[in-house]
C-alpha cells in the first residue's frame, strides 16, 4: 500500500515562504539577484539539497547495519542547470569518507542509491551519477 507524505508551502513574505514537513521547517526564497529577499534556499537548491539528505540518510544507515569503518562522510551534489525552459538537465553526486576499505565504500554507496527514493526518482527524469572517492582510515 502507497504511503502519503505531506510538505505543506505557505506564503512567509512577497518572495519567501516556509515548507512544513511533520514538525520540521525549511526556509525558501530567491536570492536579491533574482529579487527575492533571500531568506532561504531556492526550490530547485532544495531538490539538490533533498537528494543529498535522502542519499545520506541511507548511506549512514547501510554503513551502521554492516558495521563498516566509514566516517566523516560527504555527500557533494551538483545540478546542470539549463534555461527555456530551466531545469536541472544532470545532477551528480559524489560521495567522499574515511574508509580503509574502498570496496566496502563503493558497495554501500550502490547500496544507498538503490534505496534513496528522490534518486529513484530522479533517474530517468535527469542525467544521475552517483560515485564515491575512499580516503585512507
Not at 512577497?14 to 521547517?25: K, L
Not at 543529498?52 to 566509514?70: K, P, W
Not at 560527504?74 to 570496496?103: I, K, M, N, Q, Y
Request: net charge negative; glycine share 10%; charged share 20%.
Amino acid at each position: 500500500m502507497p504511503t502519503q507524505i505531506t510538505a505543506t508551502v505557505t506564503q512567509t513574505g512577497p518572495s519567501s515562504s516556509e515548507i512544513a514537513i511533520r514538525g520540521h521547517r525549511v526556509a525558501v526564497d530567491r536570492p536579491l539577484s533574482k529579487g527575492g529577499t533571500d531568506a532561504g534556499a531556492m526550490g530547485g537548491e532544495l531538490l539538490l539539497g533533498a537528494l543529498g539528505g535522502c542519499f545520506m540518510s541511507t548511506l549512514l544507515a547501510a554503513i551502521a547495519a554492516r558495521e563498516v569503518g566509514a566516517s566523516e562522510v560527504v555527500a557533494t551534489v551538483e545540478g546542470t542547470l539549463e534555461d527555456a525552459p530551466s531545469r536541472f538537465t544532470a545532477v551528480a553526486l559524489h560521495v567522499r569518507a574515511r574508509c580503509a576499505d574502498a570496496d566496502a565504500l563503493a558497495k554501500l554507496v550502490a547500496m544507498a542509491e538503490r534505496g534513496c527514493i528522490v534518486a529513484n526518482t530522479l533517474r530517468g527524469a535527469v542525467a544521475l551519477t552517483v560515485t564515491s572517492e575512499a580516503m585512507p582510515g
